[in-house]
């Protein structure tokens, strides 16, 4: 078996949703490879070469690569694809985005989001927002699939590296052309691999109210998220947004504060270690799901926990 | 400008799924269904689109069975054009819907094709994008923003770390994330009117395309439920137990 796990970077450090990919690549088993594709990318190239499990790297650096446009990415995943029986990449927007284009070249239906690997055509997703776990079994010849990080270790990184080879660019179609982008910044922990994570919901009520759950947050050392109601109303950026269409988080620590718990939201936090409910509502469905309770009000309560932690 | 846009018959988002007894698959006996709700996202788009005088037609279609006629009526009301109804048997892979699509746009050539991110049955998120491969076209996905600049199209995207705004040449396809709009609800005398618009049937199988299903499913089963859990009185208590019990917090 021979497998290829497309790099999730940012031109200069390697991701942690590609050592989850690795990780379930191993668990596929066989030879796992990475593309790192990028521009200006070569310590990316370094740091994937010292990743546990795999056994080549392959590197293709252009301008064309910088932004990850999936038009470039996805026929130049299709170039290198020949020899491999299984192609991963992240769940992430990064890999959503591109990953299709490349199955459709393959003529392969794709496997999006798997949450376990039963054996080597065989594979678990979560399906209707997580309410349903689907086991599937796929005919193709080539798997092309999607992992979601949060069901799988980080490989870890080892001393010793492992051979990078260049890879050839594949002519730009230069229909597609990046603009801009406004990338949040933050001195707090990446929501996706926060070890703790403060969330908050409508009840907040106002971005300006949104601060005592940051004040809790920094207490803790943790990652802001929000529920989509909380989204939707602009008291913070999209990217907080945890839930079957935002980000998938599994914490040790996810803190909900004022969110009733719509089984949207609950798609994308319910794998968490331990998960602490805070709300009015005693019959909030949160709770369902919360290892431990609090009912009131959140106004009370959060700068109380803020105090005591 | 042409705007086609591709839509789903799926479980209502109301509707808690449950697996069969057997677990064979998912229990869909007697449940309400409704449009997608990100293909209803995309709909209000390009009737927008026309509002303003963007664009000159909106074309719903579907891929599905005969029932599907339901949601396309529920789009025309919305105030999509005219529909199609690819009629298929059994529920079509998103490789396969996507390769359906493909003839339908070789047929209509719009100049932008918006359809839903995702929807919300399989949660797989992909037909935007193979449709787009299949047609060497530009592809932007997860819009939150979408204006029509000429011939291009300048979008932008929701991203992980925040948004990313990113300028495609029509034709191109665009999918359709929440904050893009809110859609409208549909007016009693817009439904009684959207039931004569025009409403087309083409059948997949006189497509000549290898429709058939990659993937099986084995089983499904429910997700493991979590343990109940226990009821603080008072912040101290909290704090208390994540301490000496969870041991998340030191």
Do not use: W
């Not at chain 1, 590609?18 to 190239?45: F, H, K, P, R, Y």
């Not at chain 2, 746009?105 to 719009?110: F, I, L």
């Amino acid at each position: 078996m021979s497998i290829l796990v497309v790099a999730e970077h940012d031109n200069s450090e390697i991701k942690g949703s590609t050592l989850n990919t690795v990780t379930a690549a191993s668990e596929i088993g066989g030879d796992v490879s990475i593309l790192v594709a990028g521009s200006e990318s070569s310590s990316v190239a370094e740091q994937a070469a010292k990743i546990s499990g795999i056994s080549s790297v392959i590197h293709v650096d252009d301008p064309i690569y910088k932004n990850f446009l999936a038009e470039d990415l996805g026929n130049l995943v299709v170039s290198v694809a020949d020899g491999f029986n299984y192609i991963l990449a992240p769940a992430t927007t990064f890999g959503k985005n591109f990953l299709p284009r490349v199955a459709a070249k393959l003529d392969v239906q794709q496997i999006s989001d798997i949450i376990s690997v039963e054996d080597a055509d065989t594979f678990k997703r979560p399906i209707y927002a997580g309410s349903c776990i689907a086991t599937v079994k796929s005919t193709d010849s080539v798997k092309v699939i999607t992992v979601r990080t949060t069901a799988f270790d980080a490989s870890p990184m080892v001393d010793s590296s492992v051979n990078v080879d260049l890879g050839a660019v594949v002519d730009s179609l230069n229909n597609s052309k990046f603009v801009s982008d406004e990338i949040a910044e933050s001195d707090r922990p990446e929501l996706t691999a926060a070890d703790v994570i403060v969330s908050g919901g409508r009840a907040l009520g106002s971005s300006e109210n949104f601060k005592i759950i940051e004040a809790l947050a920094d207490k803790l050392g943790a990652a802001v998220g929000a529920s989509r109601a909380a989204v939707d109303a602009g008291y913070v950026p999209n990217d907080y947004q945890v839930g079957q269409t935002g980000k998938i988080v599994a914490p040790s620590l996810y803190i909900a504060i004022g969110i009733s718990g719509a089984i949207q939201h609950l798609a994308g936090m319910k794998d968490s270690k331990v998960i602490v409910a805070i709300n009015k509502d005693e019959d909030a469905p949160i709770f369902q799901v919360a290892d431990y309770g609090l009912v009131g009000d959140l106004f009370e309560a959060v700068p109380e926990l803020t105090d005591s932690v | 400008m042409k705007i086609l846009v591709p839509i789903k018959r799926v479980v209502d988002y109301n509707v808690k799924v449950r697996p069969l007894s057997d677990n064979s698959n998912v229990d869909l006996n007697n449940v309400k269904m409704s449009v997608n709700p990100f293909c209803e996202i995309a709909v209000e788009e390009a009737v927008r689109l026309k509002e303003s005088g963007q664009a000159s037609e909106v074309v719903v279609v579907t891929v599905g069975g005969d029932e599907s006629q339901e949601q396309l009526r529920a789009c025309l009301a919305l105030g999509a054009d005219r529909a199609i109804l690819a009629q298929s048997e059994g529920l079509l892979e998103p490789l396969a819907i996507a390769k359906v699509l493909t003839k339908i746009v070789e047929s209509e050539n719009p100049n932008l094709i918006i359809l839903g991110k995702q929807a919300i049955d399989g949660d797989n998120n992909q037909t935007g994008q193979m449709l787009a491969s299949m047609l060497d076209m530009p592809q932007a996905t997860f819009a939150s923003e979408l204006k029509i600049e000429g011939d291009n199209a300048l979008v932008t995207r929701e991203i992980d770390g925040g948004l990313q705004t990113i300028n495609v040449t029509l034709p191109a396809v665009v999918t359709t994330d929440l904050r893009l709009n809110e859609p409208r609800y549909a007016s009693l005398p817009n439904i009684m009117q959207a039931k004569k618009k025009e409403l087309s049937i083409q059948n997949v199988s006189d497509l000549g395309i290898d429709v058939s299903n990659r993937t099986s499913i084995l089983s499904v089963e429910l997700p493991p439920t979590r343990e109940a859990g226990v009821m603080v009185d008072s912040v101290d208590e909290l704090v208390e137990k994540l301490k000496n019990e969870a041991k998340v917090i030191t």
